[in-house]
């Protein structure tokens, strides 16, 4: 993660501005319209991104060496969980892709009565302050709470609606985000286990967001528009469930600390900047992930 203040310097930025930790920026890996990932679950295509560009809980330091995941529970080790999750994104779309690889000793979904911390399943959620306007995410009013900021859950496989959906945003309540064209794909994942026992779990998903969220208003609310060297605010939390009652935070990795109070100020979560194409493109210009797929199938054996 030393990577992350050279992201910084390389983009003219300097020192990275308000959010936490001060002096780092995380980098968003940069998608070009003709090579957008295939939502399969398959994480082949990710593996252009580079390797200081994942987050892991386990090994992800900052340049001082202090960890940048904070944990609300036991401390982890690679027994209990273990997981990498990537963030990219697409001008055109103005869309934030995402990738996880999971491997757990205990999985939980199955849809949990009540829907307590992180829903009752495990679960990545996404705190997404998209124009840097460090607004607040929660409000006394309904109508105001994730107008300006979003915070979501993503849960595998899908069950249902409202609290147990996959992409449950907790803090609105539109019905329309989680289907396209606001995001996808609910289907996107390869789970190797099953609730209740030990698994290896892929995903990936994408998301568009809102400076301007009207809840019942699909055509009123306001699409947070992307662009190269853009700063987005953002925190990360990788939610693993394995107390039975599931009523306190188990093992919660968080990057780099939660909103304070429950309060949802975003000015507490972390830079992240929209990184430019990566040369790596020039390559494969003219072919797309689907056709690259594709020749892989027609292949003998």
């Known amino acids: 993660m030393g990577r992350l203040l050279i992201v910084a310097a390389m983009m003219g930025l300097g020192r990275a501005q308000a959010h936490i930790p001060l002096d780092s920026v995380f980098g968003v890996w940069q998608w070009p319209s003709h ?47 273990t997981v990498r999750l990537a963030v990219s994104w697409n001008d ?38 998209a124009d840097h306007g460090g607004e607040r995410a929660i409000y006394s009013s309904d109508l105001s709470t994730g107008r300006d900021v979003q915070i979501g859950l993503w849960r595998w ?50 998301s568009v967001y809102f400076n301007t969220l009207v809840h019942e208003s699909p055509e009123e609310s306001v699409v947070a ?21 599931r009523q306190g935070h188990n093992t919660v990795w968080i990057t780099p600390t939660r909103y304070p109070n429950w309060e949802g100020e975003s000015t507490a979560v972390s830079d992240w900047i929209l990184l430019p194409l990566s040369d790596y493109w020039t390559s494969i210009e003219h072919t797309s992930w689907g056709q690259i797929k594709a020749s892989f199938q027609d292949l003998p054996g």
Request: glycine share 8%.
């Open 35 to 81: 090579t957008l990932p295939v939502m399969d679950g398959d994480l082949s295509e990710w593996e252009v991104v580079p390797d200081y560009l994942w987050l892991d809980p386990l090994t992800s330091l900052d340049d001082s060496g202090y960890p940048l995941f904070q944990m609300d529970g036991p401390a982890g080790d690679a027994s209990d969980l």
């Open 225 to 245: 528009p992307l662009s190269e060297g853009q700063i987005i605010g953002m925190a990360v939390s990788i939610c693993d469930i394995d107390e039975p009652d």
């Open 157 to 206: 496989p899908p069950i249902g609606d409202g609290a147990h959906a996959w992409n449950w945003m907790w803090t609105s309540s539109a019905t329309w985000h989680d289907k396209e064209p606001y995001s996808c794909c609910p289907g996107s994942y390869i789970l190797e286990g099953e609730h209740g026992t030990e698994v290896t779990l892929t995903t990936e998903w994408w």
């Open 92 to 129: 055109e779309h103005d869309r934030l892709y995402f990738a996880q690889e999971r491997h757990d000793d205990v999985f939980e979904r199955d849809g949990a009565e009540p829907p307590v911390t992180c829903g009752g399943d495990d679960a990545v959620e996404i705190f997404l302050d």
